[in-house]
């Protein structure tokens, strides 16, 4: 029978050690630290997050720029919010008719009857 060396399981020891330190430090190289692979990642997918609200509050802007110079130089959509917002009317050829719930009240008459 081969007597077990006492020699070679402290190296086998020393070797595993040896192993388990290396892979700490690969581990600790990966993830650890400041900024970890993990938080590298994170800040990627809130960098893509970022990136999408800004392309979409830039396409808002531009579709306001866009609303704003129509405004400002199309006759038809300055018509068209003179006569909603405002109730002008066109010079003598229209009327213009507001009812209201104060009139109704002010003279007695009751709703549903």
């Not at 590298?40 to 997918?45: P, Y």
């Not at 002008?88 to 007695?108: C, H, I, Q």
Request: glycine content about 8%.
């Amino acid at each position: 029978m081969v007597k077990p060396n006492a020699t070679s399981g402290a190296a086998v020891v020393k070797r595993a050690l040896a192993a388990l330190a290396i892979i700490a430090a690969l581990v600790f190289a990966v993830q650890g630290g400041e900024w970890g692979t993990l938080d590298l990642w994170r800040q990627r997918g809130r960098l893509a997050r970022l990136k999408a609200t800004v392309d979409s509050l830039q396409h808002e802007v531009d579709s306001l720029k866009a609303y704003k110079k129509a405004l400002e130089s199309d006759p038809v959509l300055q018509e068209k919010i003179a006569r909603e917002e405002f109730g002008m009317v066109r010079g003598n050829k229209e009327l213009l008719y507001r009812f209201s719930d104060s009139a109704r009240r002010d003279t007695g008459v009751k709703k549903g009857r």
